[in-house]
């Protein structure tokens, strides 16, 4: 019996874990690995104890709404009640997706669920399957963005900068993984008088002459606002000074990656 009540706990690990993992991918919020882990483990506790217990109130409706909610609760922390009905109401219809995924491929190619590796990669195609979906998703909402979501006011060192999203890029530095932005040169006398510049690095940025290195440097704490209110503070990234032209750089001074819109900015929520 032990072992049996072993392979439930292994199963719905795994499936936990891939459910998480695209929740993950849909809200985009970044996720220790081990805190995915424990979470998906706690789930799959739960799930294996009222498999043994299975006529007890611990296996009632209520109170696998209410285990869910506080694992939904531990991995993000959310400050707003709306955001956090819309994680457990996604949750949900992620995981719907995710066993109608399981079943459709197990009748389609008549897979036989008795045996414990076979289960195991059906589930591992299954994520895959629901991760394409997922993006696919994605490319729908980033269709849809709107130009003025893309403005925000960058605060660094003592100056207010007018930033603009650029969607087409994605430039990070090489040596550290930190997203860049860059901002038109006139500023940098400037942000240089507040002594953040002391940590360089060089970014290989491809141009039309070919691939180049520029002077980057490394810099933390930088708050960015939107209609008057602060949206995000990004620890530590990159910041390049540019001698480009910016096109409609009488509405902005400074290019964020898409990257930093979706990952730091929260830029396409939920």
Do not use: H
């Amino acid at each position: 019996m032990k072992i049996y009540l072993d392979y439930i706990f292994l199963e719905n690990l795994v499936v936990n874990l891939i459910v998480i993992e695209e929740l993950t991918v849909f809200v985009k919020d970044r996720l220790k690995l081990i805190k995915k882990i424990l979470i998906s483990a706690m789930i799959s506790l739960y799930t294996t104890v009222i498999y043994i217990y299975s006529d007890s109130w611990i296996s009632s409706n209520i109170v696998k709404i209410l285990v869910i909610s506080i694992a939904i609760y531990l991995l993000y922390k959310p400050r707003k009640i709306n955001y956090y009905i819309k994680l457990i109401i996604v949750y949900y219809l992620i995981s719907f997706l995710y066993v109608g995924t399981v079943i459709s491929i197990a009748l389609l190619f008549k897979i036989s669920l008795e045996n414990m590796i076979f289960k195991l990669l059906l589930y591992l195609i299954s994520g895959i399957i629901l991760n394409i979906f997922t993006k696919y998703i994605w490319k729908i909402f980033k269709s849809n963005i709107k130009s003025n979501d893309l403005i925000y006011i960058m605060y660094i060192g003592n100056q207010k900068i007018k930033s603009f999203v650029d969607t087409g890029s994605n430039v990070k530095d090489n040596i550290t993984g930190l997203d860049v932005i860059f901002i038109n040169c006139k500023y940098y006398e400037e942000i240089k008088k507040s002594n953040i510049l002391n940590k360089e690095t060089y970014i290989d940025i491809q141009t039309v002459a070919g691939k180049q290195k520029v002077k980057g440097y490394i810099v933390e704490n930088i708050d960015f606002f939107q209609n008057n209110k602060r949206v995000a503070k990004i620890k530590k990234i990159v910041i390049s000074f540019t001698l480009q032209e910016m096109e409609n750089a009488e509405k902005y001074s400074a290019l964020i990656g898409y990257n930093t819109y979706i990952e730091n900015l929260k830029g396409v929520t939920i």
